[in-house]
T-cell receptor, first 115, second 116 residues
């Protein structure tokens, strides 16, 4: 498995502001991802965080709204920009240590509420 | 297109009852992985099991067991002698190997409530 931490664990933000969420893993991993879980819903992949290059975004998610960085193999950030109440969700990072086994482990999540 | 369906939105049982959570998937890939995760009220997603498409053996881990049937594209999860601590949302997920992106497609989740 992998030990994954996220900061902050929760936040309440005002409309129009931005929040950066950090994801730290205890050891180097092959792949890192960011998911969103809207209230009462399932998880949806936002993007794959690529080390040293631009993230790969899923349909419906754009870099201007969700800029992502991954400067090394153990750390990534997700920014939720120009927030609106519709962005209120749990944001989770996940990692795959080794391909092709694809065991994917999740961080504790960041609960975001936008007023 | 890939898809995961968990038809049971909510299940309520009394402690010590057995309960089965259904999962049906769709994929065009011949190589893929199936997963189950547990999400307790704390919100953290807990990995339970990974199964690859070439391994149809059923698996048992304590009170948990999984039944994988490719013929019906199902990967069902059974909890035997349920306990209150089993109360959580359970997600089934699919990862296609051909694309090798690691992307997980999640079902809508089944909320399990175990009453004392």
């Amino acid at each position: 498995s992998a030990v994954i931490s996220q900061k902050p664990s929760r936040d309440i933000c005002q409309r129009g502001t931005s929040l950066t969420i950090q994801c730290q893993v205890d050891s180097q991993v092959t792949m890192m991802f960011w998911y969103r879980q809207q209230p009462g819903q399932s998880l949806t992949l936002i993007a794959t965080a690529n080390q040293g290059s631009e993230a790969t975004y899923e349909s419906g998610f754009v870099i201007d709204k969700f800029p992502i960085s991954r400067p090394n193999l153990t750390f990534s950030t997700l920014t939720v920009s120009n927030m609106s109440p519709e962005d209120s969700s749990i944001y989770l990072c996940s990692v795959i240590r080794d391909l092709p086994y694809n065991e994917q482990f999740f961080g504790p999540g960041t609960r975001l509420t936008v007023l | 297109a890939q898809k995961v369906t968990q038809a049971q939105t909510e299940i309520s049982v009394v402690e010590k009852e057995d309960v089965t959570l259904d999962c049906v998937y769709e994929t065009r890939d011949t190589t893929y992985y199936l997963f189950w995760y547990k999400q307790p009220p704390s919100g953290e997603l807990v990995f339970l099991i990974r199964r690859n498409s070439f391994d149809e053996q059923n698996e048992i881990s304590g009170r948990y067991s999984w039944n994988f049937q490719k013929s019906t594209s199902s990967f069902n999860f059974t909890i035997t002698a349920s306990q209150v601590v089993d109360s959580a949302v359970y997600f089934c997920a699919l990862s296609e190997q051909t694309s090798n992106t690691g992307k997980l497609i999640f079902g809508q989740g089944t909320t399990l409530q175990v009453k004392p």
